[in-house]
């Protein structure tokens, strides 16, 4: 009898020291192999999406918030990286902000010589504000509860690491591949639940010239 109490207590043992190992949550982070992607951490765990072809997987695009008053044209432009089924879970990265005068056409060289190189801040605001240049990362997760980086950012960072003109094609205008690197606290646009803590980001985004 004490040999089979044994034999059962070491296979007990063994079964919950299994169990215990395939629960751990994985950390690896997988290699980068697509144009346009999202790779970070997010509250500890690691989140990879690579664009394919748009349709299956996961799909990149643009949007505006933009104003204009007597051709004078304010705003920001969110490149974001999302996941096919409905949208969600997205990433977007917004510029801003843009301001020029309309009035004299379209102002490609300008819209290809926004977004620069080196050490970006984060709006604080929901306010566009002229002659200040920030980024303002959103969030939506799996359920559609919205997030957003507007707010405190202590400690955190966001550097643009290389922007490359893209020609325009039969369904997009001229488009930027830009590429960053960026860390902050994500707050809930709802005003309740949890911040999550974004650490570890990394992107590359397709930003369409939308000022027309």
């Known amino acids: 009898m004490k040999i089979k109490f044994t034999l059962l207590f070491v296979a007990a043992v063994l079964f919950f ?24 951490t997010l509250n500890g765990q690691v989140t990879t999406w690579q664009i394919t072809d748009g349709v299956t997987g996961y799909v990149t695009g643009s949007s505006a918030n933009i104003t204009s008053n007597q051709n004078v044209v304010t705003g920001g432009l969110t490149a974001s990286v999302s996941a096919a089924a409905g949208l969600v ?23 290809d010589g926004f977004v620069n190189t080196g050490d970006w801040t984060f709006a604080t605001t929901s306010t566009y504000t002229a002659g200040t240049k920030a980024i303002a990362v959103y969030y939506t997760d799996s359920q559609g509860n919205a ?3 507007i707010g405190a950012q202590s400690g955190s960072s966001a550097n643009v690491i290389s922007v490359s003109q893209v020609a325009a094609t039969l369904f997009t205008n001229e488009s930027l591949q830009i ?21 570890n980001g990394q992107a590359s985004v397709l930003l369409e010239d939308l000022l027309y």
């Open 147 to 149: 997030y957003s980086s």
């Open 179 to 199: 590429k960053l690197t960026f860390n902050c606290i994500l707050y809930p646009v709802s005003g309740t639940g949890s911040n999550i803590t974004l650490t």
């Open 89 to 111: 879970p997205q990433i977007g990265i917004e510029f801003r902000t843009f301001q020029f005068d309309n009035s004299q056409g379209v102002p490609t060289t300008y819209f």
């Open 17 to 40: 020291s299994a169990c215990k190992k395939s629960d751990t949550p994985k950390t690896t982070t997988p290699a980068i192999t697509a144009t346009y992607y999202f790779q970070g």
